[in-house]
Nanobody, 121 residues
Framework: EVQLQASGGGLVQAGGSLRLSCAGT????????IGWFRQAPGKEREGVSC?????????TDSVQVQGRFFISRDNTKNTVSLQINSLKPEDTAVYYC?????????????WGQGTLVTVSS
């Protein structure tokens, strides 16, 4: 059974940092890109960052993210981390990790349960 477990969220003051972690089980972790999304209160879920199987890193074009978010993966531990620096109140959201797994004739999106990041001003 594919499972993603996100952790590391919390309450932090503006300007602080957090390191989110996503642990994957039930699939060959090395073979899949892993993404991070977030959903702020009252808003739609949006993509934040993704890391490919070879370690290629992609970030949303949002100027609010670039330069502050850093993604990495450790395939020996089946984890992907998202480092967020210089946190802003607008970063407040539930952060989800994601993997799209391919099966014969179909793909399935799996989501972690989310970890809440709250940034106080």
């Amino acid at each position: 059974e594919v499972q993603l477990q996100a952790s590391g969220g919390g309450l932090v003051q503006a300007g602080g940092s957090l390191r989110l972690s996503c642990a994957g089980t039930g699939f060959t972790f090395d073979d899949y890109a892993i993404g991070w999304f977030r959903q702020a209160p009252g808003k739609e879920r949006e993509g934040v960052s993704c890391i490919s199987t070879s370690g290629g890193k992609y970030f949303t074009d949002s100027v609010q993210v670039q330069g502050r978010f850093f993604i990495s993966r450790d395939n020996t531990k089946n984890t992907v981390s998202l480092q967020i620096n210089s946190l802003k109140p607008e970063d407040t959201a539930v952060y989800y990790c994601h993997v799209r797994k391919r099966y014969i004739g179909r793909t399935v999106d799996y989501w972690g349960q989310g970890t809440l990041v709250t940034v106080s001003s």
